[in-house]
């Protein structure tokens, strides 16, 4: 089988793609055949050794896939060879074989696309969790999304307005905003460091935001945090641009909370409510109240350009790599 692999760390040029011996599943293990596998911003710092999930070289990069189950080591119950499912697998995903275990797996709903099931947990997993749990967003109240272009700051409008959020979308170009109104944003904000918390204003009519879903950080933070409205909630779920150095007086200014999002810990501490959200979410993708915008597909050969563009900031939507297998769907 083939795999694209980390031999060190490095940028995505620094990625081979190589002949592997096909993978054998150890007791409570299972091998996943892989149709498509999402690209995320963590797979660009895990391959440069810049995120918290630190695997041995070498390895393959890719946190999420979907596919079919290939084999099943001893002790496996639950699954059988040939289910479609999704694979949570953290890593090892730019592959045309995953091994994961069985708590990491969800059946794909019938109907439902591969590629569309692969894009689904990381991102829309991390802002389901966000906006319900850590914000308990409310019908009426307003949510702005920064880097809202993005795949997670798609998911970010989608799942707000699901759960009945005005939705104010802020990305850095005209095109991106085209694609967030299209998704079902209600305002846009084109926006710079300068001028963000005058548009959030204005936007606001001075009451300010009542949650902010930041998966940018740098520049960005501080003015979307005196933005915010008295009781808000500022959602800290990544930092594309850099982390940023916020002035603790504002939280207290504000009555406002600033809430860590790290789905992955949330997950293994609290398993039971994090299969609550896990069925939920499968649900409404199985519903079509979910759509991941998939804006762009790669063969697992180009995973390096794939990479590089989520890296630069220049995605739109989700990308997702496909191999023989899952072209073969389409």
């Not at 091998?31 to 391959?47: C, G, Q």
């Not at 409310?138 to 005005?166: H, Y």
Request: aromatic share 6%; net charge neutral; proline share 7%.
């Amino acid at each position: 089988m083939r795999a694209v692999l980390a031999r060190r760390h490095g940028p995505p040029e620094t990625l081979s793609l190589e002949e592997l011996p096909a993978l054998v599943p150890a007791a409570g293990e299972v091998v996943v055949a892989v149709h498509a596998a999402a690209v995320n911003f963590p797979d660009t710092l895990i391959i440069e050794d810049r995120y918290q999930i630190k695997p041995p070289l070498p390895f393959s990069p890719g946190g999420e896939v979907a596919g079919v189950v290939k084999a099943l080591g001893p002790g496996v119950t639950g699954f059988a060879v040939g289910d479609p499912v999704i694979a949570a697998c953290r890593y090892g995903g730019f592959a045309e074989e995953v091994v994961t275990t069985p708590d990491r797996l969800v059946p794909v709903p019938h109907g439902v696309r591969m590629e569309a099931a692969a894009a689904l947990l990381m991102t829309y997993g991390t802002t389901h969790y966000a906006l319900q749990d850590c914000a308990r967003i409310a019908p009426g109240e307003t949510l702005l999304v920064l880097g809202a272009a993005g795949g997670t700051g798609l998911s970010a409008i989608e799942l707000g307005k699901l759960l009945g959020a005005r939705v104010i979308a802020a990305a850095s170009s005209a095109e991106k905003l085209a694609l967030c109104r299209a998704r079902g944003a209600d305002e846009t904000i084109l926006y710079t460091p300068q001028n963000l918390k005058d548009e959030i204003k204005r936007l606001t009519r001075d009451q300010g935001v009542d949650v902010v879903y930041d998966p940018v950080g740098g520049e960005y933070a501080e003015p979307a945090l005196r933005g915010m409205a008295w009781g808000g909630r500022y959602l800290v779920i990544g930092f594309t641009a850099g982390i940023p150095k916020l002035p603790m007086n504002l939280p207290l200014l504000k009555g406002c909370s600033i809430v860590g999002v790290f789905y992955g810990a949330f997950a293994k501490k609290f398993p039971q409510r994090y299969a609550q959200l896990r069925a939920e979410l499968v649900g409404w993708l199985a519903e079509g109240r979910v759509q991941p915008a998939i804006t762009a597909r790669y063969p697992l050969e180009q995973a390096a350009e794939a990479l590089r563009l989520v890296a630069d900031r220049q995605a739109l939507g989700k990308i997702v790599l496909t191999t023989a297998l899952g072209r073969g769907e389409a």
